[in-house]
């Protein structure tokens, strides 16, 4: 086999490997589905579990991820093609599963793009949620009444597309110099809005509702599946980023360091994300003479319909909406590019002769394709059915799947190795046995139950024909088209 070398794309310094990984782990996910998840489950209840797994959960996995790219030094599907080509599927499924993410999460963005516009007037007025439904989303009647196309949305999505494909053509080169803005400012952002929260009146509330533990809920198993799926979702773990990210480490040094770096930067924006929310609704409860628990804080409705309730009643209004909403640009922008970044890995080694150039604006026109359906009237539902599968069950079994593998079937000495020859033996073994057996017997457990489910429930009391297409349809879709990628893979390597 004739083998051409790779052109030098590698992180130039320490600091941009760290800042590529905080950058694709931290998103929008932080901002507005930990606050949701932590007020659907107890608030302190379930930052306890949420902490717990994140040390005991996500940082081996995070270490197994940065160990496969320094192992393999390619793409997720390269890593599991070096372990054995039968198991290349697997990595491909990641990736692919990963894009088909990110053609909604660009969409969620572009939402984000303008609402930056619309907080210059505070358009949504005294209706934020009417506002949210017609004017953003144009919502139909359900997932087969697809409505009108939003002009703004398109272009806002475009907008969107158009800057992820300057970011990621050039490469390291040029990811390093955004990285520079894109994880420092959002950062930046979230003080000034928590310290902004912190001292509104009710704020106490918001906090004592965020912090105060709840033991009789922190026994409830659903609290701590609720936590293990935020952690796993939060991190970006089983799509391929860290991988890829990891293969353009210069060498082995600070592995551990920069993994707990990484880990840890996630913990302090989640939090100083549930302080910006809680304070914030805490204040919002307070003007309405409801405790905390009344308010109905519902997912992405969160970040669009209550927190923009909640801006309106603060004084110089139009600032704190357009901070707010620059801060959610700028968290998601990272995590995209960085899946862009992964699947452009997995190409080059598929294909090392492509231009990169030109491999970047077909996935970038390709996403933006991708994404359309999500900025029609019934794009919500489609979002809604197709996140559930995609981003729940599909990342779950991959996580899984690469445990089991890695930790089972392939030299985990070798990569273990590839992690920090300073680790001492006790802890190398206790992360081997994590890998190998605990964690994915835990996750089994953790979404199984609710897996099975599936089969004896329609999702979302939506119509069945909408889960197959949406739910089941494109788990499969995903996972057909991640064999047809694997083969050619394989091809490639005999």
């Known amino acids: ?289 409801i405790p905390i628990e009344e308010l109905n804080m519902q997912g992405l409705f969160l970040a669009f319909v209550s927190y923009p309730m909640a801006i309106s009643s603060l004084p110089l209004a139009p600032l704190w909406g357009v901070l707010f909403f620059v801060l959610l640009v700028t968290l998601g922008i990272d995590s995209a590019f960085a899946v862009i970044e992964a699947n452009l890995t997995g190409l080059e080694d598929l294909k090392p002769r492509l231009n990169r150039n030109s491999l970047a604006l077909i996935m970038c026109i390709i996403g933006f394709l991708g994404g359309i359906i999500f900025t029609t009237g019934a794009g919500l539902f489609w979002l809604d059915i197709v996140d559930h599968w995609v981003a729940y069950y599909s990342i779950a079994a991959i996580i899984i799947l690469q445990c089991l593998v890695f930790g089972n079937f392939a030299p985990i000495s070798d990569i273990a190795s590839r992690i920090s020859q300073s680790w001492s033996g006790f802890i190398s073994v206790v992360w081997r046995i994590l890998i190998s057996y605990v964690l994915p017997l835990a996750l089994i457990l953790v979404f199984g139950a609710n897996f099975i489910n599936e089969f004896t429930t329609v999702y979302g009391d939506y119509q069945f024909t909408a889960v197959a297409i949406g739910g089941w349809g494109v788990f499969l879709a995903a996972l057909l088209v991640g064999f047809i990628f694997a083969i050619r893979h394989n091809q490639r390597k005999t």
């Open 1 to 289: 086999m004739n083998t051409v070398m790779k052109p030098n794309n590698k992180w130039s310094k320490e600091i941009f490997f760290i800042l590529a990984c905080v950058g694709a782990a931290v998103g929008l996910g932080n901002l507005w589905r930990f606050p949701y998840m932590a007020y659907q489950n107890g608030g302190g209840a379930f930052l306890i579990p949420f902490i717990i797994c994140l040390f005991l959960v996500g940082i081996p996995i995070a270490m197994l991820e940065i160990g496969l790219g320094r192992w393999s030094g390619g793409s997720v599907a390269e890593s599991f093609n070096k372990a054995n080509k039968r198991w290349t599927w697997i990595g491909w499924w990641a990736l692919i599963n990963s894009m088909v993410i990110v053609f909604y999460y660009c969409v969620v963005l572009a939402w984000s793009v303008q609402y930056i516009v619309y907080s210059l007037t505070e358009a949504w007025a005294e209706t934020p949620n009417a506002f949210f439904l017609s004017n953003i989303l144009g919502i139909s009647s359900g997932p087969f009444e697809l409505g009108s196309l939003s002009l703004f949305g398109l272009i806002a999505l475009f907008i969107v597309w158009l800057s992820i494909f300057f970011i990621v053509r050039s490469g390291t080169r040029g990811l390093s110099k955004v990285l520079m803005f894109t994880v420092p400012l959002p950062l930046i952002l979230l003080i000034i809005l928590a310290g902004r929260g912190l001292t509104l009146p009710g704020a106490g509330e918001g906090m004592s509702y965020l912090f105060t533990p709840r033991f009789d809920e922190i026994l409830n198993l659903s609290v701590w599946a609720a936590a293990a799926s935020q952690v796993v979702l939060s991190l970006g773990l089983g799509m391929g980023q860290m991988v890829a990210y990891a293969s353009k480490k210069r060498d082995d040094a600070h592995v551990v360091k920069s993994g707990i770096t990484i880990c840890s930067m996630d913990l302090v924006f989640s939090i100083l994300a549930g302080i910006t929310v809680f304070s914030t609704m805490g204040f919002l409860a307070f003007s309405r003479g």
